[in-house]
């Protein structure tokens, strides 16, 4: 069974923690609130630094801060700079070459995955990272 992809989500909640927030987060403070390891968020982060959206510095004080105004990024930006995480666990299967019933159904998966995914990233490039920033500062 193929697990959960939670990068974007996770990136989106770092995105909008490091608005606002007075100072840089370091790679250890961002691994603590997302539960992982620095090691996987500096490779997360790696990708939004190369898009211009937070810039990292290194040594004593340094750490993450973001670069660029929450109403220019959309999530399908920040989708974008995870490298295109897979959107759907399901596809058709490639187990019988020259089986006309598998061929019939891998072309309507995949004709039906292909619009629900073009859907979804429709609907990311709709939505601003703006949205998700409480009227408070996050805690």
Known sequence: MMRNDFRLSRMLHVLVHL??????ASSEEIATMLDTNPVLVRRMMAGLRAAGYV???GGRGGGW???AD???????DVYRALEEP?????GPSVDHPGCAVEEAITGTLNVALAQAAGSLLRQ????????FLPATRPH
């Open 55 to 57: 810039s990292s510095a």
């Open 19 to 24: 608005h606002g927030r007075k100072g840089a």
């Open 124 to 131: 990311f490039g709709e939505i601003r990272l703006s949205a």
């Open 70 to 76: 929450p109403e220019t990024i959309t999530v399908l």
């Open 86 to 90: 897979v959107i759907f666990a399901i």
């Open 65 to 67: 801060t973001l670069s």
